[in-house]
């Protein structure tokens, strides 16, 4: 039963490779060109960075490549300053990725919101469709007449076969079964549309070691370390956040600083044999999620075939019609977006939808990377302002007619301003007591609002005494530090987020 497991998995990645392969050419040609660089020069990064990836990546079945997102950013180093700083680029691009995985900062993409998930996800998803549309032009101008309805026959037919086959058979992957079966009826019935070779011609040798040809000066450096920052930080964000979506369909956890490590390493190698370089791509990996891949071996499989392509079958790969592979980028968007998210925007606090639309609508019109940063920094925004409305107080006498405030709630710099309006110093009388037993001081701005109420108490000849503070809080108070009762066996311990205490 396990043998039979076993060459079922097999058997799955392997078909499930030659059809994410063949959806890596035009994808990897068209982000070349974008760039201002050769098409091979996109898939010689594709091969690098998927086999690397797939070989010592955290997420096995997760698909990386040239992407359209590091695309965007490398054309302006290009134009300026040539394709050697480039690839000088991509390998110090590389380098700092390492870097983020050995200090294992991997594990801090947990703390992206699921909203802001949700944004990126269809946001990109969007973005899949509609760099589609660019495969409807000729010679800069868009079809029209009988090439246009050809083109949208063949993708109609190409949908219909993925969406239809698999309720007639499971044997083969649909989306491959759709690509061979219209590139057949194209090439049988000599119908007239557009083809992977009008891309431009993929035939090629083997990659060749090269080191970039830039002067090593500081000039030289400040030109690209911001490039290579700005490379590192979107090729992480895309794929730690590809690698957690993937996560969440195959109900498994990823290891994000072991991808990390990979990326870095596959950046480096690609850099040095005169690439683009890449990250995770989310439009292939979920072909090959949808299609039952969960293995190293489908990445793999992929990478190697598309070498192949480069040295045996370039011939053969270009006369597939692009129709296909957009029918296929199609469907891939249409399943990506989580359409779930639009009627759960009238359920979820208003905040959240904020959120989704937002980084929806700032990963298409502007930037991956700045959609996620704008999406955390609101998210972490509204998050601190409902935690500030929730620091509450009761008040009650004791015996002695002392006055004890009962605080609760998260004393941080969030909330120190509704913290100090909560008390009276001026009417309260010669005692006051504040407990924390329910409380709990999370920063530097909550101790020096704590040492500010003692001190306006102190100025008032008024004695105030604070109870079930944890020993770090007494180590940083100054005014207040005399005022602190200590109950070792019912004070609290827990460390607060401040320099002094390293």
């Given amino acids: 039963m396990q043998n039979r497991l076993s060459r079922l998995a097999i058997k799955t990645d392997v078909l499930s490779g030659m059809t994410v392969a063949l959806a890596l050419v035009p994808e990897a040609i068209a982000f070349a060109l974008i760039a201002h660089v050769s098409p091979l020069t996109g898939l010689y990064a594709a091969f690098f960075i998927c086999l690397i990836t797939a070989l010592f990546g955290g997420r096995p079945g997760m698909i990386s490549g040239a992407t359209g997102a590091l695309a965007v950013v490398m054309v302006s180093l290009v134009q300026q300053h040539g394709v050697e700083y480039l690839f000088t680029s991509v390998v110090l691009m590389g380098v700092f990725q390492l870097l983020f995985g050995a200090l294992k900062l991997g594990k801090f993409i947990r703390m992206v919101p699921y909203s802001v998930m949700l944004g ?28 246009l309805l050809v083109m949208g026959g063949l993708i109609a037919l190409t949908m219909a076969i993925i969406y239809l086959l698999p309720r007639v058979t499971t044997v083969i992957p649909s989306a491959l079964a759709a690509i061979l079966i219209v590139a057949a009826l194209v090439a049988g019935l000599g119908i007239d549309t557009k083809t992977v070779g009008d891309m431009g011609s993929i035939a090629g040798g083997l990659p060749q070691f090269h080191i970039p040809q830039i002067p090593l000066t500081l000039e030289t450096l400040y030109i690209i370390v911001p490039y290579s920052l700005i490379l590192a930080t979107i090729g992480l964000i895309e794929s730690l956040l590809t690698l957690t979506l993937v ?27 005169a690439t683009m370089g890449g990250c995770a791509m989310i439009g292939q990996s979920m072909i090959n999620i949808n299609n039952g891949a969960r293995h190293r071996l489908s990445g793999v499989v992929a990478a190697l075939l598309l070498l192949g392509f480069i040295l045996f079958l370039s011939r053969w790969i270009e006369m597939i019609p692009l129709a296909a592979l957009v029918g296929l980028m199609f469907v891939v968007s249409q399943k990506t977006f989580a359409w779930s998210s639009l009627q759960a925007l009238r359920k979820i606090p208003r905040q959240d939808a904020i959120i989704v639309v937002g980084v929806t609508l700032i990963t298409v019109f502007t930037d991956l990377a700045i959609a996620v940063l704008c999406g955390v920094v609101f998210a972490a925004l509204v998050f601190a302002w409902q935690h500030a409305r929730q620091i509450t107080v009761r ?9 004890i405030y009962e605080l609760e709630g998260s004393l941080f710099f969030a909330s120190v301003a509704n913290f100090s309006e909560l008390f009276t110093p001026r009417n309260d009388p010669p005692h006051v007591v504040i407990e924390f037993r329910r409380a709990r001081v999370m920063d530097h701005s909550a101790i020096e ?31 207040a530090k005399g005022m602190v009762e200590v109950d070792e066996f019912e004070d609290p311990h827990y460390r607060i987020a401040d320099n002094k205490l390293g």
């Fill in 247 to 273: 996560d969440e369909i195959t109900d498994s956890r990823g290891q994000p600083n072991r991808e990390s490590l990979a990326q870095g390493a596959a950046n480096v190698v690609a850099g040095f044999f």
């Fill in 395 to 403: 008040t009650r006498s004791d015996g002695h007619d002392w006055k």
């Fill in 120 to 147: 990126f996800v269809n946001g990109l998803a969007i973005v899949i469709f509609l760099a589609q549309f660019g495969h409807f032009k000729l010679a800069g101008h868009w079809m029209n007449g009988q090439q």
């Fill in 449 to 479: 609002a704590i040492d500010t109420l003692a001190l306006r108490y102190q100025q008032l000849g008024k004695t105030l005494h604070l109870r079930h503070l944890s020993p770090d809080c007494l180590e940083l108070l100054d005014k």
